[in-house]
């Protein structure tokens, strides 16, 4: 492989940002022992203070590869057993059916297939109990499927891991993550309370509209109590690639401490479960432990985030010791950005091409859409489906504490690829991104599936 061009990675990170209507945005390579970096933007549209590769940006459900890494930890240390029941960890556990709790093993909540129904951001202050209370919390969580049978991202159930991380080593998650990962790691720019990141150039997070305008977010970041799942870590494109250098190293830190057994490193990497249909676009194949898995004609790993207003993603190719981080301060075009940067680093300096984004049939199948149309309902979020001159639409209300006004987008109108699979635009942006409907019965779709379950309820 040849090295980034770093005047090149400028060039196109300066174009792509305006043109994805991006706030701002940094990014990093790893290559072996060489590496890069470049940034582009604003950190607040209201303040014009430069991006800068240093700056911080809240990294989102990144972090759950982090909560991941400190449970591997304890498998190595021979105190838990991924196949173990998590209440074996957490005896007053509980989410709505005692007996389904039961159920619910350790791998299941690394694996999003434990069945919660997991968007799940109650907040419980910024006290050392935050995380026990939001777990005790839990208890009026649903399932929406049986465990182990399907596949719905859940960040309930990372929290969930956190609250075990906390159990077994006698830390606040955030603690742990400090003494038992970052310290270690020799990382000084991840950070978890805002107090800290703002000691730094730290990014705000903004919305784009239909009309690529870009404003600031009312909100600086999700709450406490979910960390573990991705809400309160900040980080830089360099440290990242550092967490990301010590899985290529087997577990182990730049200066020799083991951090992970070669075994756990593996273990994260091997598949656990495949995806629901998806053709195109940007999302898993499957998953393992933490690792979204990418199938790209080679194996690639990584995981991306999503808080209010930024967006983040991290890209590995194992065999070539080859990385790329990026950081971007704005949703949902943040996220476009992400990729299209990954498409031509990967492209051109690995020689992988990752799949096209899809795009609508020029020929509409010729479908029913009635059995569609419905309210289709998953925890703090409503989508309600409806037909309009022959086209699905799709409006999604968000119903819980996240529900601010930058929070709703406006109705989109689906596209259908086959009598499954939909294609719905991105606001700002022009990109298509897959949507599914899942069991039918009698013609009628039981779930509507972006990245979660959401299940039928009229």
């Known amino acids: 492989m040849k090295t980034p061009s770093t005047s090149e990675l400028q060039e196109r990170l300066d174009a792509w940002r305006e043109r994805f209507s991006v706030a701002g945005c940094s990014v990093g390579w790893m290559l072996g022992d060489e590496h890069g970096e470049a940034a582009s933007g604003v950190t607040n549209v209201n303040t014009g203070v430069e991006v800068t590769p240093d700056t911080l940006f809240q990294i989102g459900s990144i972090t759950k590869v982090y909560t991941t890494t400190l449970i591997m930890q304890l498998v190595d240390e021979g105190r838990i057993v991924l196949d173990a029941p998590a209440v074996a960890y957490l005896p007053d556990l509980r989410f709505a059916d005692a007996d389904a709790t039961a159920r619910v093993t350790v791998r299941h909540l690394l694996t999003h297939t434990s069945g919660v129904d997991g968007d799940f951001f109650d907040e419980h202050g910024r006290n050392e109990d935050a995380v026990e209370r939001y777990v005790a919390a839990c208890a009026k969580l649903p399932f929406v499927f049986e465990s182990g049978k399907m596949w719905s991202y ?9 609250r075990i991380v906390e159990i077994m080593t006698g830390m606040p998650w955030h603690v742990a993550l400090r003494e038992r990962l970052l310290e270690p790691l020799g990382v000084t720019h991840t950070l978890t309370r805002p107090e800290d990141a703002l000691l730094y150039r730290a990014a705000a997070g903004h919305t784009v509209g239909f009309d690529r305008t870009i404003s600031l977010t009312q909100r600086w970041s999700i709450g406490w109590s979910s960390g573990p799942a991705g809400a309160t870590p900040n980080s830089t494109v360099a440290d990242l690639l550092t967490f990301a250098r010590m899985h290529l190293d087997g577990g182990v830190a730049r200066d020799g401490t083991r951090l992970l057994s070669e075994a756990s490193v593996r273990a994260m990497q091997e598949p656990q479960v495949t995806l629901p249909e998806h053709p195109g676009g940007t999302f898993a194949d499957q998953w393992g432990l933490g690792w979204m898995l990418f199938d790209w004609g080679r194996r690639v790993i990584g995981h991306d985030g999503g808080t209010l207003g930024q967006n983040s993603s991290l890209r590995i190719l194992p065999e070539e010791r080859f990385a790329v981080s ?14 299209r940067i990954m498409r031509w680093m990967f492209e051109e300096y690995a020689g992988i091409e990752m799949a096209p984004y899809p795009k609508p049939p020029e020929e509409a199948p010729d479908i029913d859409l009635s059995p569609y149309v419905g309210t289709y309902e998953r925890n703090e979020q409503r989508i309600e489906i409806s037909e309009r001159d022959g086209q699905l639409v799709a409006a999604v209300i968000m119903t819980g504490p996240l529900a601010t006004a930058d929070q709703q987008m406006p109705p989109t109108e689906l596209y259908a690829v086959n009598e499954r699979v939909f294609l ?15 069991e039918f019965d009698h013609g009628r779709p039981q779930y509507f599936f972006s990245s979660r379950l959401a299940r039928r309820t009229s």
């Open 424 to 438: 719905q635009r991105t606001p700002g942006t022009g990109v298509y991104t897959p949507v599914s409907f899942l």
């Open 154 to 162: 859940c960040n309930a159930g990372f929290v969930v891991l956190g």
């Open 326 to 339: 990026v950081l971007t301060n704005t949703t949902p075009s943040g996220g476009i950005l992400c990729t």
